[in-house]
């Protein structure tokens, strides 16, 4: 039995790779229809030729005016019909020691990684473009919660995430949307694998070391989590934050 209807439409940004992109290709598996958007138009094609009946694509760079961002869900509805789910996957990872820390670089960080969530949502709470209930999942990271050398703006950007969910399930829960998050640990994908190039440390290395299986996370394990906190078999988990980093944390 499919953990979604064909009625159900869930918005993914930041679809074109990493969790966001094995986000997709999850629930398209579990009967969903996916609404993807990314800049990458090309990794989203790629989707779409696998799922050409159930997902869709949208090109579109969220790190330039969140504000407008209320009005693209409108017009999303127009083409695509009202949303049953929102994934906010979309993030960026811009390591910088405090020596090199510039506002305009943290500003991006900003708009993307917290702000658009914001803005999609701002939009998607219109009685006019969500289905009856509307369940929301947001990622976060452990960051939010543990120190890291050049990742100020990153962590920041997560905890604002964190605090978002309680925020917002107390504005807009009694209208049925359910908001929760999640806090992968280090995670392998090319944006943690960036971190090391920049500053010379490896986390997924790091992450072996502190979890009980000696792995780093998987990208399927967290969009697995995501899939079963968007589906109906979760609707009594609300305003909660959960921690998937395989135990990584545990200790620290």
Known sequence: ?????????????????????????????????????????????????????????????????????SGFVDGLVKKYGKFSGYVHCAGVLNPQPLSIWNYQDALKDFNINLFSAIGFIKGLAKKKNKQDLLSIVLVSSIAATIGNPGSVSYAITKAGLDNLVISLTQEIGKQNIRINAIRPGWTDTALVKGYKDVLGVDFLERAQTKTPSGKAGKPEYIADVISFLLSEKSYWIQGQTLTVDGAETCGA
């Open 1 to 69: 039995m499919s953990d979604f209807s064909s009625d159900s439409l869930i918005l993914v940004d930041g679809a074109s790779s990493g969790i966001g992109r094995m986000t997709a290709l999850r629930l398209l598996e579990s009967g969903a229809r996916v609404l993807g958007v990314a800049r990458r138009e090309d990794r989203l094609k790629e989707i779409q030729e696998r799922y050409p009946d159930t997902f869709f694509f949208e090109s579109k760079d969220l790190s330039a005016d969140p504000d407008e961002l």
